[in-house]
Every structure is written in C-alpha cells, then in structure tokens.
C-alpha cells in the first residue's frame, strides 16, 4: 500500500488506534461513517479512524504524516437527496414491483419498517387481491413509505382502470407505473386528481408517479405535462375538476422516471451505460422547456445486483437505484420455496427471453431463466405456431398431439372450456370476439399457458416445475457471484433488507476507496473486496 499527498498534514492521536495490520487496515476503511487517515510512521503505512489533523509546524519533531485522507460517507449522499425528502425514505435504494404478487406484502413492509421504498406487485391480481394487500400494507405502515404498481394492460383495460380506482379510494400517495407504451386515462386521472394548490398558492402533489420505462419516445410523455385532450375529458366524465386540469398543463405526469436496463420480466435489453446518459438529457432537454419547480429525477434498474453496479449508475448520475430480480429469492418474497433455491444457483447466462402472456398477440417478450424449466422454449414454440397458422384446426395434427401431450396436458378443447370460465368472470368481451376470430381463439388458448406457468412457480405447483415461468434478468447472476462466500449464499439467509444495506454500505465503501485511488493511493485487491456479514442487530441503520 502506498500513496502521496502534496499538502503536508500530520496526525495526532493515540497510537493504539491505528491498525498496520491487514484485517485491521480492512476494518478502518470499511467504517464509512467515520473519517479514515492514511498514515506514514517509520516508513510503515497505517490506516485509523481518530484522531486529529494539523499542519507541519517548524522544527517539530517525531510527527506522524498524513499521506492521504478522505471524510466520512453515509449512505445518504448517493443519489439525490431530494429522492430521499420527496418520498420519506433514508437512502437512493428502492425495490420494484414483482407482478402477482412477488415483490408480496411482507417484501414492502420489511423494507418499509427501516425506511426504504418498495412496491407492491399488483401486476395479475384480482381488485379483491389488491385491496387485501393494501389494507394489510397500510396498516403496518400509517406513515410510509411504500408504493403500489400501476400495469399497463392492454389486452384488459379494465383492471388497470380498477386497480386506479382503489389506490385513490384507499388515498395511495406513490404508484409505480410500468410496462406503459403510451398514457392512458387511468394513469392521467391518478396524477391530476392529486393536484392542488396549498396556502402559499402553490401546486401540491398529493399522487406521486415513479414511471418504470426504456424508451426515449415513452419517457417523453411522462416528462411531459397530461395531454390536453385526455383531461378535458376526465373534466367532462366529473372525475377531475378544472382547477386539477389547469394544475395538471403544469407540471409532468412523473416525478420520477426509472431508466430499466436489462432487466427480468419486461425488458428491451438495453446496456444501462447508453441507456441513462441518453435519457438524463432527455430529461435537461424537457426540463429547459417547460421550467418545472421540481425536476424530475432519473433513477436505474436493471441489472443492479452488487456495490459495483449501484456505484456505477450513482456516478453515471443516477438519482436512486431500484433491485428487482434479486429480490425475488429473498425470504420475503411472494414466490415458491423451489424458485427461490433455482434462483440462488441462477449463473448471468441463464436466462433467455420468451413472449409475453399479457401482450402474446403483440409478440412482446419478456426475460426469464431458462436454468431448470422448459418454459422459454415451450412458449416460444406456442407463438411460432400462432405467427404460422390462422386457427387451432390449422395446426397439423402431430404438432396438435404434442401440444397437448407435453405442454398441456390435456385436450386443447378442454383447455378452452377453461378459458371460458376464466374470460367469463374477468373479460367477458373477450368470448363473443373469439367467437368469430378463430386467431384469437387459438391466442386465448396459448396464453392459458403462459399465464399458469408464472402461477406455477409463484404458488410451488407440484410436477409442473419444468414448466415455471420465473421473471429474471441477469442481475440474479451478477448476485450469485458477489455473495458466493458470504452468508448470504444460503437463500435461507436472504432478507430484502439485508441485500439492501450490504448494496449501500458497499457502494458507500468502494466509493471512499475511489476517492483515496484518485488521491493516489495504491493497495491490493483484498481491500477492494466488500463481503456482505450478517447485521448485527437484524436491522438496517
């Protein structure tokens, strides 16, 4: 280890509080939360955290020199504090909406208790599902901080009008909207019944939006004021009032905007390193044009699994980052005891992408693991018969067998007496359309598959394993990899708010060990190692 320093500072202090040895070096410069010397005595480097500083004085002797020294570094200066004030929390971390239910209740509540933001993922649920997550979520946090995601549904816009329905019945402050292609009505009227103007006349925003995106042209429109035409006619319907549509022409339909790299579920694969740098100036080009009060912040996810990776997206200038893959084999997570144990062995290349069941038709696809299930390859055999034929009664009748021999496991005409006790009760419009759109019925058919098999794996179906469907980017692996040697390893050990302080503190510490290289300094790589240990006291702070 060595190191220079141009200004000539010397230390003060007892000498028992300086470690020259290795594990005690390590230990000094992992205590982030206080300042960390680096010191020269009889030509020995040592690090300390006390004492006092104080420059040369003439003709002083046995003075112990200062080479280098760094102040310390909560994990509250990452990211932007705004982030933390705007949304009652104590660092840039949040963890996102896992649909069905796999970013659960106990996930948001967890993290919620050591103030820290998650999302509830209401993705699939039924209203009642919904509404029984958010009587148990507010009742465990009165106060905060959590937040409920918002779907885009295209194929059924009626859920995503009903979920809107109960998050301003039950007064939802925070929603996380994702999987969006262009606004709708619901996502408008959320933002806009929010607004009002406080005592000193200015715009209060009751309902916040952090939007989930990784498109220019889809961040354009959450940067953006409503659109014109869709509150006037939320006006006309009594559902805003005027003053909230005027409010509405003033400030973005998001307060925040999450840029998603390559990510599990729902993802376009981008690399985070062209993706962010384009839509923060997206965000300066929109911000210079309409001069909000509050910028809107630009946040990361995808592929954030490790200290190096949250590191990476605060110094790109990132506002806050948000974990989600990771997540999902922690203990609180809403999902079966054999895909967390499959998720904890995934390595970065297992994964692939397979369609979509919620956009099948629209040959969207979404990030899977491929490790341990034949779900990918069944799906997309699925959508490439759907792409060659016109109807179910078109497909060869070997590949008919095959379908319902191996991936089925029953009768395509029993699979669709299914499906029509399912539309019935959920979107009875559906039927009448299949009716006479044979297409459509086959579509219909096939996405009976790709909706069970996430149900599958989330509720532990015994003998359809080979056939879950499991969200995950390639973060799961990066993860893996990172805690291989630590406690964390055992899925048993996985606490969402153990992963979230070990990511903080961990960029926190390869932060200050960046500080002191570019100071000058030069050591081994065993101290640029950070191995998550278990918390002492089972909590984060």
Not at 182 to 203: C, E, K, S
Not at 417 to 437: F, H, M, Q
Request: glycine residues 8%; neutral net charge.
């Amino acid at each position: 280890m060595s190191g220079h320093n141009s200004h000539k500072l010397y230390w003060q202090g007892s000498l028992d509080l300086v470690s020259f040895d290795e594990a005690g070096i390590k230990t000094k410069l992992l205590n982030i939360d206080k300042p960390c010397h680096i010191l020269r005595l009889k030509g020995c480097i040592g690090v300390t955290n006390e004492g006092y500083l104080y420059q040369s004085e003439p003709n002083a002797r046995k003075q112990i020199e200062v080479l280098i020294s760094v102040p310390p570094l909560a994990i509250q200066q990452l990211g932007d504090r705004t982030f933390l004030d705007f949304h009652g929390v104590k660092c840039a971390y949040a963890s996102g909406s896992m649909a069905g239910g796999i970013a659960s209740e106990e996930l948001v509540i967890a993290l919620g208790k050591q103030s820290i933001l998650s999302s509830f993922g209401a993705g699939g649920l039924s209203p009642s599902r919904l509404e029984t997550a958010i009587h148990r979520i507010q009742q465990a946090l009165p106060k905060g901080p959590f937040a409920f995601n918002l779907i885009h549904s295209p194929s059924e816009p009626a859920i995503e009008s009903a979920a809107v329905d109960l998050y301003l019945k039950y007064g939802i402050r925070t929603i996380e909207a994702s999987a969006f292609l262009d606004l709708t009505p619901n996502i408008v009227y959320y933002r806009a019944a929010g607004l009002n103007l406080n005592a000193a006349n200015q715009i209060e925003i009751k309902n916040k939006v952090i939007a989930k995106i990784s498109r220019t042209e889809v961040a354009t429109k959450f940067l953006q004021p409503a659109p014109k035409e869709i509150l006037r006619q939320l006006v006309e319907q009594g559902l805003i009032t005027q003053l909230q549509a005027i409010l509405a022409a003033k400030v973005p339909i998001a307060d925040d905007i999450t840029v998603e790299a390559d990510s599990g579920g729902h993802t376009d694969n981008r690399p985070l390193v062209c993706l962010l740098p384009s839509m923060l100036e997206l965000r300066d080009e929109i911000q210079s044009k309409y001069c909000y009060v509050k910028p809107v912040r630009v946040g990361v996810a995808g592929g954030i699994a490790t200290p190096q990776s949250a590191l990476a997206a605060f110094m790109m200038g990132a506002a806050y980052v948000v974990t989600g893959s990771i997540n999902q084999s922690c203990l609180e997570a809403g999902t079966s005891e054999y895909t967390k144990q499959l998720l904890a062995q995934a390595e970065m290349a297992d994964v692939m992408m397979a369609p979509a069941a919620d956009m099948f038709e629209m040959g969207i696809k979404l990030q899977v693991l491929k490790r341990g299930t034949l779900f990918p390859i069944r799906a997309q055999k699925l959508f490439d018969l759907y792409k060659s034929y016109d109807a179910i009664e078109d497909i060869p009748m070997y590949e008919r067998e095959k379908l319902e021999k191996q991936i089925f496991r029953s009768s395509l005409e029993s699979i669709w007496e299914e499906t029509l006790a399912y539309l019935s009760k959920r979107n009875p419009e559906k039927i009448s359309k299949a009716a006479n759109n044979p297409k459509l019925k086959m579509a219909l058919i096939f996405r009976w598959y790709l909706g069970l098999s996430s149900r599958w794996s989330i509720l532990g179906e015994k003998g359809r394993e080979i056939d879950y469907q499991i969200w995950c980017g390639p973060a799961m692996g990066a993860f893996n990899n990172w805690v291989k040697s630590s406690y964390l390893a055992n899925p048993n050990n996985r606490r969402v708010v153990d992963v979230a302080h070990h990511i903080m503190t961990g960029s926190a510490f390869l932060y200050r060990l960046q500080s002191l290289k570019m100071q000058g300094l030069q050591m081994p790589a065993y101290y640029s190692q950070y191995c998550p240990v278990p918390l002492e006291s089972g909590v984060y702070g």
